[in-house]
């Protein structure tokens, strides 16, 4: 494993515990290397988030296409689940900590927009291919997206998650059901 990667990983760990109060002195002391180590690796706490968001979107893309080639599943729970991707190798980021990013790294959490708001184009593909075989209604697909990233962009925009002591997964898979299903009983 990468020291770059495994920089990562202790910044997952960092910020689990501290969110971005962390210091690049608990990242250090978290590897057992100097402050100086780290450095010459990564040259600023706002590197190391930048990084970090990368890694956990290209996470996020790489499970949606393992998802996208899986033939055990059905298309609606293909989308279903890309809708709702949580990057495996990094589920233990504290997503209710992400609204202190906007607060304290406002380039940072323009990154973490921008690539929420980029990607789409397999998921508007299956849902296209779901309209078409008559699983789901035909929608505005521009529509839903907005509405995904809106319900995204309120929940790590603010602490109510922390408040509420909600866990993202489990928010945005209800969401994704209320999107689905709607909020009648049939």
Not at 23 to 35: C, H, Q, R
Not at 140 to 156: A, E
Request: charged share 30%.
């Amino acid at each position: 494993m990468s020291l770059e990667i495994k920089i990562i990983n202790a910044t997952i760990d960092i910020f689990r515990e501290k969110g971005v109060k962390f210091t690049m002195d608990d990242i250090a002391n978290k590897l057992g290397v100097s402050k100086r180590t780290l450095y010459e690796n990564i040259d600023s706490k706002e590197t190391l988030l930048s990084l970090l968001v990368d890694e956990v979107f290209d996470s996020i893309k790489q499970q949606g296409q393992e998802i996208i080639k899986d033939n055990s599943i059905d298309d609606l729970d293909k989308l279903k689940r890309l809708l709702t991707i949580i990057p495996t190798s990094y589920n233990t980021i504290d997503y209710t900590k992400i609204h202190e990013i906007k607060k304290f790294y406002p380039n940072i959490y323009e990154k973490i927009i921008n690539r929420l708001d980029i990607g789409w184009k397999p998921t508007e593909i299956l849902a296209n291919k779901c309209i078409e075989e008559g699983l789901i209604k035909k929608v505005n697909l521009y529509l839903m997206k907005s509405v995904l990233i809106g319900s995204i962009r309120i929940l790590i925009e603010d602490d109510n998650l922390h408040k509420e002591k909600l866990e993202y997964k489990e928010t945005m898979k209800n969401i994704v059901d209320i999107m689905f299903d709607g909020l009648v009983i049939k």
